[in-house]
């Protein structure tokens, strides 16, 4: 197991170092962004004695829980039980708050969030061939953790998706941009090089997410977070 958060914080330097701040910068905009949204709804629905729905309301503790979730996932992320040699992970639960954030509070604050997190991994070491490849497997793998939102009654199905989703988006990025190497692994497909790669890592990532889900004891605990109870 690897804790290096700290260690690595402290190293940032050069591009690196932009990126991380230029991460910081865009999760603060976003922030701002839906603080800004959630005053003008609330003016609006005060103008027409309308209220908002709950899943729609974006309120300060909403926000709050936004980015507490975001920093923990982060965190998390640095903690490896096991990393593969041309990269890939499995980590400690890193994806788990994202899903229950989605959980909580629906699929548009899920996304969101999800791309907020995508901007952080970014940091971590992004390693880039091609734009499509970098879309795939940093902006658009991370972002679609957010459909978890769309499985409200289940944080496990939720969970379980939205790490499939992922999963996806590294199968077909992993067969386009570095099928070469699957000879070199012992595979005559491309595609079950990438499938099988992917599995161990992403894969893994998410059964250990959909356990921890399965635990009711989480769900609750978000609950009473989310409740202020």
């Known amino acids: 197991m690897e804790f290096e958060l700290l260690k690595e914080l402290a190293e940032l330097q050069g591009a690196d170092l ?3 701040i ?3 910068a865009a999760v603060a905009v976003l922030i701002a962004a839906l603080a800004v949204i959630n005053r003008a709804g609330k003016k609006r629905a005060a103008d027409t004695s309308i209220s908002l729905p709950k899943k729609g309301k974006m309120t300060t503790k909403m926000l709050v829980h936004g ?3 975001i920093a923990l996932a982060f965190a998390l992320s640095y903690i490896k039980l096991f990393s593969m040699p041309m990269g890939g992970s499995i980590t400690l639960f890193s994806m788990l708050p994202i899903f229950v954030y989605a959980w909580l509070y629906g699929p548009a604050a899920g996304l969101l969030a999800g791309f907020a997190y995508s901007l952080l991994q970014i940091v971590q070491g992004a390693y880039i061939v091609h734009w499509a490849q970098f879309i795939l497997d940093y902006i658009l793998a991370f972002t679609v953790l957010g459909v978890a939102g769309f499985f409200p009654k289940s ?3 939720g969970a379980g998706v939205g790490g499939l989703c992922r999963m996806i988006c590294g199968v077909i990025s992993g067969a386009v941009f570095f099928g070469e190497y699957a000879a070199e692994a012992g595979y005559q497909s491309a595609w ?3 499938f099988m790669y992917n599995l161990t890592t992403i894969g893994a ?3 250990l997410c959909v356990i921890a889900a399965l635990i009711p004891a989480v769900s609750k605990a978000a609950i009473r977070i989310r409740d202020g109870k």
Do not use: K, N, P, R
């Open 22 to 24: 230029g991460a910081i």
């Open 192 to 194: 079950l090089y990438s």
């Open 205 to 207: 990532d998410t059964v």
């Open 18 to 20: 932009w990126w991380f």
């Open 155 to 157: 944080l496990a199905l």
């Open 67 to 69: 980015a507490l979730c």
